[in-house]
Nanobody, 125 residues
Framework: QVQLVESGGGLVQAGGSLRLSCAASGRAFSSITMGWFRQAPGKEREFVAAITWRGDSPKYEDSVKGRFTISGDNAKNTVYLQMNTLKPEDTAVYYC??????????????????WGQGTQVTVSS
């Protein structure tokens, strides 16, 4: 079992920044992939970014490339999502996920076995 706890969401003006954290516990993470997804009202949950604990090159959804950065701290078993130049369309509940997806499946929600409770990010215009 893996437990995930997100934090860091909030209300920010367009152009601002937030950093989300996801603390993981429960088992060894040497081979696990950590992902961030988001879900806006009335929309399906969508992929944002993913990274492996091995430090492989992170993957990003096109609309966040150059604005968001995913990183991990192995000593703290924590993964971060630094979000800069936020836009109103980034408003959503952001979820942390953990699992062992195939490299071609890191953007797929059902490829992840564990999920956090979500944290709300609201970007005002």
């Amino acid at each position: 079992q893996v437990q995930l706890v997100e934090s860091g969401g909030g209300l920010v003006q367009a152009g601002g920044s937030l950093r989300l954290s996801c603390a993981a516990s429960g088992r060894a993470f040497s081979s696990i992939t950590m992902g961030w997804f988001r879900q806006a009202p009335g929309k399906e949950r969508e992929f944002v970014a993913a990274i492996t604990w091995r430090g492989d090159s992170p993957k990003y959804e096109d609309s966040v490339k150059g604005r968001f950065t995913i990183s991990g701290d192995n000593a703290k078993n924590t993964v971060y999502l630094q979000m800069n130049t936020l836009k109103p369309e980034d408003t959503a509940v952001y979820y942390c996920a953990a699992g062992w997806p195939a490299p071609s499946a890191v953007t797929i929600t059902r490829a992840y076995a564990y999920w956090g409770q979500g944290t709300q990010v609201t970007v005002s215009s």
